[in-house]
């Protein structure tokens, strides 16, 4: 009798571990937003991408496409950025944990020389438009990744981020433009901001405001280690300052960060123009940082 119970409660045990790995019981329902962080190469115009499929990973049923998305669906992901969003879906998933979403994009294809598939492209402020390329985008997709939770019964809201200035590289020697996501899902009532003014900035260059978790900028990111690479990759995200003088980074998790500033003139390299560094970041608040120039020199 004893060695009976002994195995009934080992059971148990067993049963519960399971449980604990597993999905919550029941389901709850995902509003996924899409937003951009602003490209810093000068000429660009708008940048298009069609989202033909969403898929989500699962532990138990690997990737799983969303039947819920009714697409496909064009943005220009130039006008949504400085905390300025768009809705792509909202579906319903088993309740529980997840940490990657897949998008499938409408990508030009090149057979014979001829461009089909047109449905991310550049348009430039000539006018004239640029396919974007995106290896494997149409077949296996490009993965977001970043934690969240789908509430029994509730909603989350999840907002990816397309960062277009890490994304977008132009092949040496094709001379075509290529498109490589860098995508994060950030949880929209986790995220806050860094917004602010800059004053007595250079008249004739463009300021580009990287915002990295603290400490891990290193001087050799202002020159990419690869041809098609950008510079400053592990910035979590950036602005490039307005006519006004405003700067906006949205969708930051809650941390402490740095504020790389930079300046660029023309075809030149990037200059590191001066750090602030642990500024802190709550969740569903801004945080003001001004910025004079006169402080750098």
Known sequence: MKRIIFFVALLSIITGFTACESSEAGKGVINLSITDAPIDTEGIEAVYITVTGIQYHSNEKGWVTVEEFEGPKTFNLLNLTRGESEMLSSFELNAGKYTQIRF????????MGNISNPGCYLVFENGTTEPLFVPSGSQIGFKAVGAFTVPVNGIVDITADFDVRKSIVKAGASGKYILKPTIRLVVDNQAGCIKGDVANAPEAATVVIYAYESGAFTESETTPAEVEAPRF???????VVCELGKYHIAYLAPGTYDLVITTVSGDEAPVVAGIFENIVVESKNCTAKNIDFNTFE
């Open 233 to 239: 990759p592990n910035a979590v995200s950036s602005d």
């Open 104 to 111: 499938l994009l409408d990508a030009p294809i090149r057979d």
